[in-house]
């Protein structure tokens, strides 16, 4: 029974999520977008190497990261995260599925207006990425209000979501210049834009939700629920928040004094957030590592390798386009997406499982015998992406144009065997729990060993 639009739910009744099937096609979709992603990035290799970042369709491949692979990922996880975590429901679960249309459709739309450059098609594809956003926003941002616990998640949340609204902010002002309206410096609202997006949108997203998320990955006691935030974590808070508007106010109408504070303190808070997940890790419960763990491990050694570049950008002046390139890679194509990767191959089959279950008359895993991924694909897919990342970032960084194209081509297979277990749990749902035997599992030996007699 579908609760009322503003209505909480009763005691012992769990707050109102989506439609099970739906954070499952979120990830699929993101699955996708990455796919899609990485054949364009095949395509601009060579302006890769060279440094040509502003060309359309470069423009287009970063989009399909940003807005298709993260905004997909995020949108699916949040809707079935923030219920869970914070005890308040989506005000209507139907509108997360109309979320969900709206931005696969705007983009599609966008990226195709950017590829072959439309500026009616970018219209038409902006319109429908700014209704999904709104839809997402206003089903999930009251629990920043109302959140019965673990508020500080839901407030990262939103301050993503400012982020996201701050840059599209700066797309409007990018318009005003084009109509004579003001003056203002094109290369510094790209500066703002870009890290609008990468770390307001995309890691404070990951901020919040990875402070309860990736400590229970970890088997860590830190996941457990508690009331107020971390210090660290209000200290990351404020220092990414400020930093972020400093740095979009000032990039942009050339205030160096502002765009410098802002620099100098959006690095000491992705140090800071580095230092966390380096904790995390140090302190993991021993125990094999699996796809999920060594995609998050990559992950954040791409986020360390994004600090780096962004500091000698912002001392080696003028910082050459290749060092730009590398910069925008390890940041959306590593650390960003790798993250997504190492979450989707965990909680993927959590809610694969429970979609399943609940489809075969409530049988538990263990009942079924088997796991839903394909150890093979998993470990190829996480093997692909990160080799992949690797190799085209030192091509950019040496103007090696041939190790770029290997490089994006590994990441492109590592993709597509993403998309090949994608594809494969979407026929296992299709086709239902006992359509086929059990499946490899995802951690411990393989073959796994003969009983003892």
């Known amino acids: 029974m579908t609760p009322a639009i503003h209505a909480l739910p009763q005691v012992g009744e769990p707050p109102a999520g989506p439609p099970l099937w739906l954070p499952l096609a979120f990830l699929a979709q993101a699955a996708l977008w990455l796919w899609l992603g990485a054949i364009a990035m095949t395509v601009v290799a060579s302006d890769l190497a060279l440094g040509l970042t502003a060309m359309p369709r470069t423009f287009a491949a970063t989009h399909l990261f940003t807005l298709g692979v993260l905004g997909a990922a995020t949108l699916g996880a949040l809707h079935q995260f923030v219920p869970v975590v914070t005890g308040v429901g989506l005000r209507h679960p139907r509108a997360a599925v109309w979320a969900f249309w709206a931005h696969g459709l705007g983009v599609a739309t966008l990226v195709a207006a950017m590829w072959w450059w439309s500026p009616r098609g970018q219209l038409a594809g902006w319109t429908l990425l700014f209704l999904a956003v709104g839809l997402g926003s206003w089903n999930i941002l009251p629990a920043r209000r109302r959140a019965r616990q673990n508020g500080y998640v839901a407030g990262f949340v939103s301050l993503a979501h400012s982020a996201l609204g701050l840059g599209m902010l700066v797309a409007l002002v990018r318009i005003g210049d084009g109509l004579g309206w003001w003056t203002t410096w094109r290369?510094?609202?790209?500066?703002?834009?870009?890290?609008?997006?990468?770390?307001?949108?995309?890691?404070?997203?990951?901020?919040?939700?990875?402070?309860?998320?990736?400590?229970?990955?970890?088997?860590?006691a830190e996941h457990a629920d508690s009331g107020a935030a971390p210090p660290v974590y209000r200290r990351l808070g404020w220092l990414l928040s400020i930093g972020l508007l400093a740095l979009s106010v000032g990039a942009p109408f050339r205030m160096a004094w502002l765009t410098w504070s802002g620099a100098v303190l959006l690095a000491a808070g992705v140090a800071t957030h580095l230092a966390v997940l380096t904790g995390y890790f140090l302190r993991r419960k021993p125990g094999p590592l699996d796809p999920s763990l060594a995609a998050i491990g990559g992950a954040v050694g791409c986020y360390a390798g994004a600090w780096l570049l962004g500091v000698g950008i912002a001392l080696v002046r003028p910082a050459p386009p290749r060092l730009w390139t590398a910069y925008g890679l390890v940041a959306i194509a590593g650390w960003l997406t790798l993250i997504i990767v190492g979450v989707m191959h965990r909680i993927g089959p959590r809610l694969m499982t429970a979609f399943l279950a609940r489809r075969g008359g409530g049988l538990t895993l263990a009942q079924r015998g088997g796991q839903v991924l394909d150890r093979r694909l998993a470990w190829g897919a996480v093997v692909g992406l990160t080799g992949g990342l690797v190799a085209e970032t030192a091509g950019v960084l040496a103007g090696a144009g041939a190790v770029v194209r290997v490089g994006s081509v590994l990441y492109l297979i590592g993709a597509s065997l993403m998309a090949a277990q994608t594809v494969r749990l979407v026929k296992r749902a299709t086709l239902g729990p006992s359509a086929s035997p059990p499946l490899r599992p995802t951690s411990g030996p393989w073959p796994p060993r003969r009983a003892a007699p």
Do not use: D
């Not at 990875?210 to 970890?218: T, V």
């Open 187 to 220: 290369e510094g609202q790209l500066l703002a834009h870009f890290h609008l997006g990468w770390i307001g949108y995309g890691t404070l997203t990951v901020a919040g939700i990875g402070s309860k998320m990736l400590p229970a990955f970890l088997g860590l």
